[in-house]
């Protein structure tokens, strides 16, 4: 099993800036994924940004340039640094933990992200 916990969401004028924090904790894998979905209302769960061990990174188009994943691997932790935030960033942020190891996948509370114009 695998617990996340996240933080960091809010509201946040056009243009501003947020940082969301995942933290995970239970059995982790020397060899996973873990990232940030977002989701809006009668949409489904779209991926923002992911990182995968040995620093690998993806991102979804519309972000890229704007918003940087990191992690610190010693504490478990993934970072999403969102810049330059337009409203249709609004979403509720999911983090996401996957081992490539086993077949596994597991999800966050969830953290809302409001980005007014």
């Known amino acids: 099993q695998v617990q996340l916990v996240e933080s960091g969401g809010g509201l946040v004028q056009a243009g501003g800036s947020l940082r969301l924090s995942c933290t995970a904790s239970g059995s982790i894998s020397d060899r996973n994924v873990m990232g940030w979905y977002m989701q809006t209302p009668g949409k489904e769960r779209e991926l923002v940004a992911v990182?995968?061990?040995?620093?690998?990174?993806k991102y979804k188009d519309s972000v890229e340039g704007r918003f940087t994943i990191s992690k610190d691997n010693a504490a478990n932790t993934i970072y999403l640094q969102m810049n330059a935030l337009k409203p249709e960033d609004t979403a509720v942020y999911y983090c996401?933990?996957?081992?490539?190891?086993?077949?596994?996948?597991?999800w966050g509370q969830g953290t809302q992200v409001t980005v007014s114009s």
């Open positions: 996401n933990y996957r081992s490539l190891r086993l077949p596994s996948d597991y």
């Open positions: 990182i995968f061990t040995g620093n690998v990174k």
